[in-house]
């Protein structure tokens, strides 16, 4: 028998991986094995660098479900049963098989009570007592069971991740032991893996950064959101709500902005006064909603017509305001015919609730004013076109 030599007290000896004969049945007759085992025995005699060790308890390792315990001396191998019950055998043979692993090994049972730790753990953790285990984790007793419930329902390995109560991230991995005969409970082992340790600070920092962008993503929606909201708000402080075009107050701060652009950037700007002539025989004759409705077609045309950097408003009533960037007079006489004609369309009208179909034909009038460096007071130029629009309906034309 031979096997290395893990402990030494007195006369007891403990040899991991020791070879041993053990007697077995073959075909009905006695045989002899060799089997890898751990083994407890009592030193009886040396002698010439030998000792005789008489063999206490032996568990095999290379003979799945034999689980063998027997007594022997030198010389008189046999099997016999021992009086030590197997559970406390298999433990004492679980606790050589765990003591010299690098890494820090519990077997701990379903209430977290600790059984057995080894070299590893005592190094990195001190003593622990049998009821102290769980309270090597800030998660506290109950969550610390829960998370390592996994482990009893796994035959194979399973990672559980806890934390320390220093904040360390640690990471087992753990599964069931076999049923041991004659433990009324199952057991795990449960074994500290660095590496994966590491792994999980990854993930956790990997987290960390994920929840980061969330709430920096859910920061930027929020932002937008109130950019949007304060837009919208602006929206409805600048414009008219029935036709979207700009409110006077908000066309008169724009066109203060056009015309002191006509000092520095552009050499002149026009303005283009607009009435509906028939927009009050429209709302006798058909009702308010059909001059709602001529009064949102004229809004749209303006919208359509006008460039980029022009401004147009809805003055009230039927009445509205064009702002021309960079046009003189005859640009203007241009772009106001253009919208007149479009809004003079024909518009089909029918009464809600009734199928009859009218046709409203509008008529309207347009003045202009223009600004030049020499001539761009904003009290006087809409004045001259509001004048100017008049002219144009007491001559009946549309033209200035």
Known sequence: MGGRVESIDGDEIVLVNSRCPFAEQVKGRPSLCMMTTNVFGRIVATAN??????????????????????????????????????????????????????????????????????????????????????????EGPGRSRARMSRAFKS??????????????????????????????????ILQLDQSKSLIGKFLTASEDAKRSTRRLEDSLAQQQDLRHEAARLKRLNETDPMTGLLNPVAFRHQAERLLADVSARIPEAAFIYIDLDNFKWVNDTFGHQAGDTLIQSAARVLHRTIRHGDIAARLGGDEFMVG????????????????????????????????????????TSFGIACATQAHQTLEALPHEAEEAMYLSKRHKRQAV
């Open 49 to 138: 660098g030998y000792a005789h060790v008489e063999i206490v308890e032996a568990i095999a390792t290379d003979h799945p479900g034999v689980g063998c315990v027997s007594t022997c001396r030198l010389g008189n191998t046999r099997m016999v049963t021992s009086s030590t019950p197997d559970a406390q055998l298999l433990l004492r043979g679980l606790a050589i098989a765990i003591e010299n692993m690098p890494k820090a090994t519990f077997v701990v049972d379903e209430d977290g009570q600790l059984w057995l730790s080894n070299r590893a753990a005592q190094r990195r953790y001190g003593v622990v007592e049998r009821g102290e285990f769980l309270t090597l984790f800030a």
């Open 324 to 363: 021309l960037r960079n046009a003189n007079a005859e640009a203007a006489t241009m772009i106001a015919q253009r919208i007149a004609a479009r809004i003079s369309r024909p518009l089909s009208w029918s009464a809600p609730g009734q199928k009859a179909v009218s046709t409203i034909k509008p008529v």
């Open 155 to 188: 035959s194979t390995p399973v990672f559980i991740g806890l934390e320390g109560t220093d904040g360390e991230r640690m990471t087992f991995s753990g599964g069931r032991l076999s049923e041991i005969v004659g433990l009324k409970r199952p057991l795990v």
